[in-house]
């Protein structure tokens, strides 16, 4: 037999013999809960101040102006700060200030503590007056109702504040602005946030044009002397090239903000992280001194917030994660784990069905083939006929009571509402600044914050609390637009406009968050409330036939999963036709394609990923409920460990097996390896499962499906030796304690 071998855990393991130490470690993070908390304390006779959690490490020298001089991973020693930047840039009424920073620093290459007593502050510069510590406040409310990971929201740690008042000249003409700096950390996790806050207590009405919220001298772990970051011009925000990522790859910096749109993942929905040169530092090894040293964080257009007296500003917030691998799957696991703890309402999982009608017929229908098979929630799908922006009373009457009948047999409902790629009619479209006409990415789009807009969301609100609406999939949702119109009541013009929209469609999902409403958006808005959004797959390949279409949904799963947990992405299960393919991509009739239906089930359920199953009903016959009732109460019978994170073991191929292993050390049920066949011969290997992550370290008791146990000895790179046998075109599972 074939053995199939996995080398990385015992190199993640001894990760620190090639790092250097600053203090012992606390234990891996992803596997031990860290208890320690986060501590902020004064050092050098009040000359510097120090946020720590004990897995990472930030510290400002505040004499005579605040600055961050060190960013440290305390598990590997590892630094990350070069040289010292201003803490913020913001541009007010045309004019750019630096927040806090010193000037005098010889050599941008590093940063010695003793160059530190003889560095100045910038007299242009906003100056710090003091600081606050707190606890962390939560960012909006969350009202828990539904099934998920039992995570303290707002999660523990500890926030500092650091408040500026601005350079004397425009301190003259705006007496009583306050610009602060606010860092909050985390218990357990290595992540910092950071965002600024503007209070105008003058007389007069400021403009905010630009703002940098984050300013890092990052150490470079990589340097070339001929090789630079591709200089091609980004088309869009969103454009990755691939050499870009070849080149920041070596960093072990995570970044990302709240202020996403236009994407399903993180790198896709990015807009505020920047890397560019640096022009200070000119001892740099690239030869035209082009390499991307400098990490910022900025608004990608605007603010231009308009800020009148009395009030107060906020920007967005970006989130440090420090890593300390380059294991791709360790950065993954990082990034997961981060999620469930920032946003906890990402671990509800709940098993829905995409109804194709919303009839009160059919509504009923489903609600009762859902209480029987154990489903939770129905969503009334696109092309159901559901209108979510209706404000007619005796629709939402009718629509109320078949909630109501829903919610009796235990069943969430709510429905489908398209936002974007759809014209509100040419006065309250979005302006193309180019053309003077209506145009947006997606073709056409209404402003957010036009009349339209208001009505809009009004009526979404309404319609929720009207019917006791559970859900809301909102497709289509903001995905960047500017506007050039003067004539929208939510903003002056180009320059704000992308800010206002951002800001309206981020309250609304907090507002849904608060009023526990299940949120299905197809962008990356989790930092904002949303519960999950797309794994990720092209439309069109649900049209394949649909043996292609099961190889191409377990793809989607693995490479879905890398920095998604299994309850962040939905996938898709064509019940009737989906962009076309004929009877041969139809699982419908369902009890004579049940073969197919039951893959399908088995491979999402068995990765703990909820599937948009759409179509009117979920069986058309009892042995089709039978088959659907079985995988779920596997789902529901091994919930816990199937909601938790992914070690990917082998990407399908259709041509050997293929397969994933849940991991969580915290739980009775430490492993799950769920293993496909996708051929039609038997497959008989020796698998190397690797368990570090599962928190074993000598032995593992492992049996298959509802077996036996049998126990296993770890070998040094905390794998076990499996033999298996999968029949073709099949799977099979091991639970491991």
Same mark, same amino acid.
């Given at each position: 037999?074939?053995?199939?071998?996995?080398?990385?855990?015992?190199?993640?393991?001894?990760?620190?013999?090639?790092?250097?130490?600053?203090?012992?470690?606390?234990?891996?993070? !992803? *596997?031990?809960?860290?208890?320690?908390?986060?501590?902020?304390?004064?050092? /050098?006779?009040? $000359?510097?101040?120090? =946020?720590? +959690?004990?897995?990472?490490?930030?510290?400002?020298?505040?004499?005579?102006?605040?600055?961050?001089?060190?960013?440290?991973?305390?598990?590997?020693?590892?630094?990350?700060?070069?040289?010292?930047?201003?803490?913020?840039?913001?541009?007010?009424?045309?004019?750019?200030?630096?927040?806090?920073?010193?000037?005098?620093?010889?050599?941008?290459?590093?940063?010695?503590?003793?160059?530190?007593?003889?560095?100045?502050?910038?007299?242009?510069?906003?100056?710090?007056?003091?600081?606050?510590?707190?606890?962390?406040?939560?960012?909006?409310?969350?009202?828990?109702?539904?099934?998920?990971?039992?995570?303290?929201?707002?999660?523990?740690?500890?926030?500092?504040?650091?408040?500026?008042?601005?350079?004397?000249?425009?301190?003259?003409?705006?007496?009583? !602005? *306050?610009?602060?700096?606010?860092?909050?950390?985390?218990?357990?996790?290595? /992540?910092?946030? $950071?965002?600024?806050? =503007?209070? +105008?207590?003058?007389?007069?009405?400021?403009?905010?044009?630009?703002?940098?919220?984050?300013?890092?001298?990052?150490?470079?772990?990589?340097?070339?002397?001929?090789?630079?970051?591709?200089?091609?011009?980004?088309?869009?925000?969103?454009?990755?090239?691939?050499?870009?990522?070849?080149?920041?790859?070596?960093?072990?910096?995570?970044?990302?903000?709240?202020?996403?749109?236009?994407?399903?993942?993180?790198?896709?929905?990015?807009?505020?992280?920047?890397?560019?040169?640096?022009?200070?530092?000119?001892?740099?090894?690239?030869?035209?001194?082009?390499?991307?040293?400098?990490?910022?964080?900025?608004?990608?257009?605007?603010?231009?917030?308009?800020?009148?007296?009395?009030?107060?500003?906020?920007?967005?917030?970006?989130?440090?994660?420090?890593?300390?691998?380059?294991?791709?799957?360790?950065?993954?696991?990082?990034?997961?784990?981060?999620?469930?703890?920032?946003?906890?309402?990402?671990?509800?999982?709940?098993?829905?069905?995409?109804?194709?009608?919303?009839?009160?017929?059919?509504?009923?229908?489903?609600?009762?083939?859902?209480?029987?098979?154990?489903?939770?929630?129905?969503?009334?799908?696109?092309?159901?006929?559901?209108?979510?922006?209706?404000?007619?009373?005796?629709?939402?009457?009718?629509?109320?009571?078949?909630?109501?009948?829903?919610?009796?047999?235990?069943?969430?409902?709510?429905?489908?509402?398209?936002?974007?790629?759809?014209?509100?009619?040419?006065?309250?479209?979005?302006?193309?600044?180019?053309?003077?006409?209506?145009?947006?990415?997606?073709?056409?789009?209404?402003?957010?914050?036009?009349?339209?807009?208001?009505?809009?969301?009004?009526?979404?609100?309404?319609?929720?609390?009207?019917?006791?609406?559970?859900?809301?999939?909102?497709?289509?949702?903001?995905?960047?637009?500017?506007?050039?119109?003067?004539?929208?009541?939510?903003?002056?013009?180009?320059?704000?406009?992308?800010?206002?929209?951002?800001?309206?469609?981020?309250?609304?999902?907090?507002?849904?968050?608060?009023?526990?409403?299940?949120?299905?958006?197809?962008?990356?808005?989790?930092?904002?409330?949303?519960?999950?959004?797309?794994?990720?797959?092209?439309?069109?390949?649900?049209?394949?036939?649909?043996?292609?279409?099961?190889?191409?949904?377990?793809?989607?799963?693995?490479?879905?999963?890398?920095?998604?947990?299994?309850?962040?992405?939905?996938?898709?299960?064509?019940?009737?036709?989906?962009?076309?393919?004929?009877?041969?991509?139809?699982?419908?009739?369902?009890?004579?394609?049940?073969?197919?239906?039951?893959?399908?089930?088995?491979?999402?359920?068995?990765?703990?990923?909820?599937?948009?199953?759409?179509?009117?009903?979920?069986?058309?016959?009892?042995?089709?409920?039978?088959?659907?009732?079985?995988?779920?109460?596997?789902?529901?019978?091994?919930?816990?460990?199937?909601?938790?994170?992914?070690?990917?073991?082998?990407?399908?191929?259709?041509?050997?097996?293929?397969?994933?292993?849940?991991?969580?050390?915290?739980?009775?049920?430490?492993?799950?390896?769920?293993?496909?066949?996708?051929?039609?011969?038997?497959?008989?290997?020796?698998?190397?499962?690797?368990?570090?992550?599962?928190?074993?370290?000598?032995?593992?008791?492992?049996?298959?499906?509802?077996?036996?146990?049998?126990?296993?000895?770890?070998?040094?790179?905390?794998?076990?030796?499996?033999?298996?046998?999968?029949?073709?075109?099949?799977?099979?599972?091991?639970?491991?304690?």
């Amino acid at each position: 037999m074939k053995s199939i071998f996995f080398a990385f855990p015992l190199a993640l393991f001894f990760i620190h013999a090639v790092d250097c130490f600053s203090q012992p470690s606390l234990g891996d993070w !992803l *596997i031990q809960t860290i208890a320690d908390p986060v501590r902020i304390e004064e050092q /050098v006779g009040g $000359k510097e101040l120090v =946020i720590s +959690n004990g897995l990472i490490a930030r510290t400002f020298r505040m004499e005579p102006n605040l600055a961050s001089i060190s960013f440290q991973n305390r598990q590997t020693g590892e630094e990350f700060i070069r040289g010292v930047k201003p803490e913020a840039l913001i541009a007010i009424d045309g004019r750019d200030y630096p927040v806090g920073g010193l000037l005098g620093q010889p050599d941008y290459g590093y940063l010695a503590p003793e160059w530190l007593d003889s560095m100045t502050s910038d007299p242009a510069a906003f100056q710090l007056t003091g600081y606050s510590i707190g606890d962390i406040a939560p960012r909006f409310a969350w009202k828990r109702k539904r099934y998920g990971e039992d995570r303290p929201w707002p999660p523990l740690g500890k926030s500092v504040s650091f408040h500026f008042t601005p350079p004397q000249a425009l301190q003259d003409s705006n007496p009583g !602005l *306050i610009l602060s700096v606010h860092y909050e950390m985390y218990q357990g996790i290595p /992540v910092l946030a $950071k965002w600024a806050t =503007i209070d +105008n207590g003058s007389e007069k009405n400021i403009v905010i044009d630009r703002l940098t919220v984050e300013m890092l001298a990052v150490m470079e772990r990589v340097s070339e002397v001929n090789l630079a970051r591709s200089t091609k011009p980004r088309l869009h925000q969103n454009y990755i090239d691939p050499n870009d990522l070849a080149e920041m790859s070596d960093l072990r910096i995570h970044v990302q903000s709240d202020y996403t749109f236009c994407g399903g993942s993180y790198l896709s929905s990015d807009q505020t992280t920047f890397w560019t040169p640096d022009d200070q530092y000119q001892t740099q090894v690239n030869y035209d001194r082009t390499w991307p040293h400098l990490l910022t964080c900025r608004y990608p257009y605007g603010p231009a917030a308009s800020l009148p007296p009395g009030e107060a500003f906020t920007s967005f917030r970006t989130y440090e994660l420090l890593h300390d691998s380059d294991d791709r799957e360790r950065r993954g696991l990082a990034v997961r784990r981060m999620h469930r703890v920032l946003t906890p309402w990402c671990t509800e999982n709940p098993l829905m069905l995409h109804l194709r009608y919303s009839d009160s017929e059919s509504i009923r229908r489903a609600v009762d083939q859902c209480a029987e098979t154990g489903f939770e929630m129905i969503i009334l799908s696109f092309g159901s006929g559901v209108n979510m922006e209706s404000d007619d009373p005796q629709y939402m009457e009718r629509l109320k009571a078949d909630f109501d009948y829903a919610h009796s047999r235990g069943i969430e409902i709510g429905g489908y509402s398209l936002l974007a790629s759809r014209s509100a009619g040419p006065d309250y479209n979005v302006i193309d600044p180019n053309t003077g006409e209506p145009g947006a990415y997606f073709g056409q789009s209404p402003c957010l914050v036009s009349e339209w807009g208001e009505r809009y969301f009004k009526n979404l609100k309404n319609f929720i609390l009207q019917t006791g609406c559970d859900i809301l999939e909102h497709d289509g949702s903001y995905p960047g637009d500017v506007c050039a119109s003067t004539r929208h009541k939510g903003h002056r013009g180009l320059e704000d406009s992308q800010w206002a929209q951002f800001r309206k469609i981020s309250e609304f999902y907090h507002w849904c968050r608060e009023n526990g409403v299940y949120l299905n958006v197809p962008d990356y808005y989790f930092l904002n409330g949303a519960n999950k959004t797309a794994m990720g797959y092209r439309e069109t390949n649900w049209s394949l036939p649909r043996e292609r279409q099961i190889i191409h949904g377990r793809q989607n799963i693995y490479d879905g999963t890398w920095f998604k947990t299994p309850s962040m992405g939905w996938m898709f299960v064509p019940l009737v036709e989906y962009h076309g393919g004929g009877a041969a991509a139809t699982i419908e009739p369902l009890r004579e394609h049940l073969d197919t239906y039951e893959a399908f089930l088995a491979q999402n359920l068995g990765s703990g990923v909820q599937a948009c199953y759409r179509g009117p009903r979920l069986y058309d016959a009892d042995e089709t409920k039978a088959v659907v009732k079985r995988w779920v109460n596997f789902y529901k019978n091994y919930r816990p460990i199937l909601d938790s994170d992914i070690i990917h073991l082998c990407r399908p191929d259709g041509r050997d097996w293929d397969g994933i292993l849940h991991v969580n050390p915290q739980l009775k049920t430490r492993g799950f390896a769920m293993l496909f066949n996708p051929s039609k011969e038997v497959i008989e290997r020796t698998i190397a499962l690797p368990l570090y992550y599962a928190g074993l370290t000598d032995v593992a008791r492992v049996r298959e499906k509802e077996g036996e146990f049998a126990e296993y000895t770890l070998d040094r790179e905390y794998r076990i030796e499996l033999p298996v046998r999968i029949d073709p075109q099949s799977w099979t599972w091991f639970v491991i304690e």
